[in-house]
């Protein structure tokens, strides 16, 4: 493996290094959230660039690359738990969805042994964690909420089909979840 063949894997590392920076800002409390949706946005662009130069090199997947979505959702579990911790939402239920959702996306994967149907209940469980950060700015925070928009407009227009294929990817794996 080449040098460069190596920098999708560590892009996509980057996520775990974000997922930490943001449990390390947790104890800052409500005064981090703009830290926290500015690393999420950061995350999610790495997320868009590493699938992108992966495919480009036609690079062969790494354990790194078979994981990409588990460490994404270890970014979104960062910051629900940063969410719940600083008491941006309310601790009991939403270290309630938390735990629920966990154990039911982890029982999926050990007991389904079909990845798509996996990735799909838990983009779904994990859904409104993504989204959450921005939803609690309204309120507090209006360059969080101008930042998330026009990073997310900036995102359809540069990488719509894979916007496409990741609603299609979800929409399989729901299909194939309810048809059991």
């Known amino acids: 493996m080449t040098g460069k063949d190596r920098i999708p894997d560590w892009i996509t590392g980057a ?3 974000v997922a930490l920076a943001i449990l390390a800002v947790t104890p800052l409390g409500p005064s981090a959230l703009r830290t926290v949706a500015f690393l999420l946005l950061l995350g999610w662009t790495t997320d868009m660039v590493d699938g ?3 495919r480009r090199w036609d690079k062969d997947p ?3 690359g078979e994981h990409e979505f588990h460490i994404d959702m270890v970014m979104v579990l960062a910051s629900a738990v940063y969410l719940v911790l600083s008491g941006l939402v309310p601790a009991l239920p939403g270290a309630a969805y938390i735990l629920v ?10 007991l ?5 149907r996996f990735k799909s209940v838990t983009m779904l469980l994990a859904c409104p964690w993504v989204f959450a950060p921005f939803v609690v700015a309204l309120g507090r925070d209006p ?4 930042g ?6 900036a995102a359809l227009v540069l990488d719509w089909r ?12 729901a299909r194939a979840f309810l048809r059991r």
């Open 143 to 146: 360059v969080v909420i101008y």
């Open 15 to 17: 996520r775990v290094l």
């Open 101 to 110: 959702a966990s154990a039911i996306s982890l029982a999926l994967l050990r």
């Open 52 to 54: 992108r130069l992966a």
């Open 148 to 153: 998330g928009l026009l990073w997310a407009a």
């Open 112 to 116: 389904s042994g079909d990845f798509l």
């Open 62 to 64: 790494t354990w790194i």
């Open 162 to 173: 894979r916007f496409l294929g990741v609603v299609g990817d979800f929409l399989a794996g």
